[in-house]
């Protein structure tokens, strides 16, 4: 018995049919992304440390979601958004030649939480748009 091939199956897949359609401009990067639209109807099972993670490497933001307690169906979700400073040179030039990586310095710039799945993806969506034109510091 031969097995359709992987573009039969996809689409036609949970792992795909569940995911959130999502309004992200260009310049995101998403490194995982477990929302699933089932969230909307129960909070029953979700756990990891992350739900969702985006990060914008030009503007300097990322964005992470998390669910805590994990597995608790009395948990809720947690957005954080991130900023990380430019390093700078001796003379108070940015520095881009160093890769962006999120360190001790990154200032948390907006933090929410909710049990709704509706008000999350507002929330997200938002919060992508905004940091995708906000500048945080001059050269």
Not at 53 to 78: C, K, L, M, S, Y
Not at 119 to 129: F, P
Not at 131 to 138: A, D, L, N, Y
Request: aromatic share 12%; glycine share 8%.
């Amino acid at each position: 018995m031969s097995l359709p091939p992987f573009e039969d199956l996809y689409p036609r897949s949970k792992a795909y049919l569940e995911l959130p359609p999502l309004r992200i401009p260009t310049g995101w990067t998403i490194g995982w992304n477990a929302l699933d639209i089932g969230m909307a109807a129960s909070l029953d099972g979700i756990g990891g440390s992350s739900v969702f993670t985006a990060t914008h490497v030009q503007r300097r933001f990322n964005i992470d979601i998390a669910f805590r307690p994990e597995f608790d169906p009395e948990g809720a979700f947690h957005l954080e958004v991130k900023y990380q400073p430019w390093p700078r040179s001796e003379r108070g030039r940015r520095r881009k030649d160093v890769p962006f990586a999120l360190g001790m310095d990154a200032e948390t710039v907006h933090e929410f939480e909710t049990r709704s799945y509706a008000a999350l993806i507002a929330e997200l969506e938002h919060w992508i748009a905004r940091c995708t034109v906000w500048t945080r510091e001059g050269d």
